[in-house]
């Protein structure tokens, strides 16, 4: 111990870890959600993650708990992605005691299902549309035995300050796809201008230009190279579409950036 310092000078307070992880599903953003099995907020849908053990770091400590806690296999988890989003520090964010937690995102493709049974003080783990995630509440007299839990729906919102992780979260990824080619990765190996543009209105939440986005997307060095003679009907009755898969660039110069002002999807 330093010469002169007396830890006991400074009221303890604990680290925790949140995590947002993203995913498109069925034409839709998802976020990885678990229910809480345990108090404070038994019942509510929350983000996975807890407290960061004495002698590890935060991110190992976002992995172990997103392994605990959804069930994803090892390896899954061992090969995300994740990106530090910021600190959570309101001293009355946690009814237990002063809890900082730092949080993660990550928007991955071809995410696998959680364990359904959770598990640390997690009961439950799913992927939720994050139309619903926004605000879901505590599920309806859960355990009861009746049947299936019902799927979470629109509530009371996410444990602690989830709510306000979620709606950071989901800007960080949306920027993300303003200057990385990650887009592509959400799309077969050989796709169409509007399979991709389909994800950007995913995960942007915004109808775009047609004319406009393939103009940019093309004009990209590096982001899509087309595919010689292939071609697949969209249907309709107009020409099939060409056919591209993903260049060899890993960010976009100039970056393709989100409508100021547009019409939501």
Known sequence: MTAGYDPHAFEPFAVTVDLAVFTVRAGALHVLLIRRGQEPYAGTW???GGFVLPRESAETAARRELA??????PGVVA???LEQLRTYS????????????VAFTA???DM?????GGGGDADRARWVPVGEAAAPGPDPDPGSGSGPDPDPGVGSGLAFDHAVILADARERVGSKLEYTCLASAFCPPEFTLGELQAVYETVWDTALDRPNFRRKVLATPGFVEAVPG????TGGRGKPAALYRPGPATTLHPPLLRPSEGPTR
């Open 46 to 48: 929350a983000l996975p």
């Open 68 to 73: 605990e806690e959804t069930g994803l296999a």
């Open 79 to 81: 090969a995300l992605h």
């Open 90 to 101: 309101d001293p009355d964010r946690d009814p237990r005691m002063r809890v900082v937690s």
């Open 107 to 109: 928007l991955v493709p």
């Open 112 to 116: 696998p299902e959680p364990a359904a």
């Open 230 to 233: 292939a071609a697949r009907l």
